[in-house]
């Protein structure tokens, strides 16, 4: 499946809206199937969707999984940047701590 993220807009900053492209995400994760995130047209994306979208869905999936089932085409630096740091292992290991969820 492919997701292309610019048709919720330019700049994603929301963390309800990460939150519903982690629940789109995750829908075709638990098919098995794998999944292509197409940043074409996002110019920005802030820590919060990242971390919501990104990094809370990289909880119910194992890091080797995460990055042989989800891939990302078409980031700017920036963006690449900003969900690089939310998938960051030690990132995602302090938020299973917070919220009880282990990996």
Known sequence: ???????WGNHLNS???GQEIRFLL???LKKGRR???DLKDVMTASPGFCIEAFAKLNLYV???GFKSC???????DEVRTVIQH??????????GKKTGIGI
């Open 1 to 7: 499946m492919k997701l292309s993220l610019g048709k």
């Open 26 to 28: 995750s829908d075709e």
């Open 86 to 95: 939310a998938v960051h292992p030690l990132h995602y290991e302090e938020m």
């Open 15 to 17: 963390r309800r809206l």
């Open 35 to 37: 999944v292509e995130v």
């Open 62 to 64: 194992p890091e080797t």
């Open 70 to 76: 989800v891939k990302f085409s078409n980031a700017n």
